[in-house]
């Protein structure tokens, strides 16, 4: 499976933006970056993904460099909720299309 | 509304005692995995399902069974549990062999095995 690289830790202060990085440098054609989040005590939440464009939702916006190898996960206005391990995770085409998580990004977001 | 249900929530249990951790998902997904989460070692998927009648080893496969009699529910069977068991453990449902779907996760089944 192709690894990814996030920083251990990022703090943000309340309404401001946060952009949380990531290396995939052995990023495949076929594989898609997702992102996605856990809240203390709860289950991973899905948070957005995308292949080579950049991808805005409701919750998030994914910018992904042209060569693929890294992408940036942006939270235009962090708020307290916000406040989690944000694991950046490449999905691929297949019979088992897991999600490999690492370590992920712990974000602490200051009032 | 989209949801996964694992049950129970919590768990103690005693060394060589059968559990079942129960898994139901209401979004009609053909693929379903566990996955269990320890400090240190991050989440990693135990078993995984295709569709019913189908499954398939994890990384982290020992100790443990499952079975997809239905395509809405995916159980986790411990035959005989033992205290390196003891774990957060989480089901996942999504649109099997496609990259680009969402995955939900349950709200997660906190084991542990004395």
């Known amino acids: 499976d192709a690894k990814t690289t996030q920083p251990n830790s990022m703090e943000s202060n309340e309404e401001e933006p946060v952009h949380l990085p990531c290396n995939h440098s052995?990023?495949?054609?076929?594989?898609?970056i997702h992102w996605y989040r856990q809240l203390p005590s709860q289950g991973p939440e899905y948070v957005i993904h995308?292949?080579?464009s950049n991808v805005n939702n409701r919750m998030a916006s994914l910018a992904i460099a042209e060569d693929r190898k890294s992408s940036t996960l942006i939270l235009h206005r962090a708020t307290l909720r916000d406040a989690a391990v944000y694991y950046c995770?490449?999905?691929?085409?297949?019979?088992?299309?897991?999600?490999?998580f690492g370590k992920g990004i712990t974000l602490s977001v200051r009032p | 509304e989209a949801q996964v249900t694992q049950n129970p929530r919590y768990l103690i249990t005693v060394t060589g005692k059968k559990l079942t951790v129960t898994c139901s998902q209401n979004?009609?997904?053909?693929?379903m995995s566990w996955y269990r989460q320890d400090p240190g070692l991050g989440l990693r998927q135990i078993y995984y399902?295709?569709?019913?009648?189908?499954?398939d080893k994890g990384d982290v496969p020992e100790g443990y069974k499952v079975s997809r009699k239905e395509k809405r529910n995916f159980p986790l069977i411990l035959e005989s549990p033992s205290p390196n068991q003891t774990s957060l453990y989480f089901c996942?449902?999504?649109?099997?062999?496609?990259?680009?779907?969402?995955?939900?996760f349950g709200q997660g089944t906190r084991l542990t095995v004395v």
């Open positions: 995770i490449l999905r691929y085409t297949g019979a088992n299309s897991k999600l490999t």
């Open positions: 399902s295709m569709n019913v009648e189908v499954t």
């Open positions: 979004m009609n997904h053909e693929y």
């Open positions: 995308g292949l080579t």
């Open positions: 996942a449902s999504s649109t099997p062999g496609v990259g680009n779907t969402e995955a939900f």
């Open positions: 052995t990023i495949s054609g076929t594989d898609y």
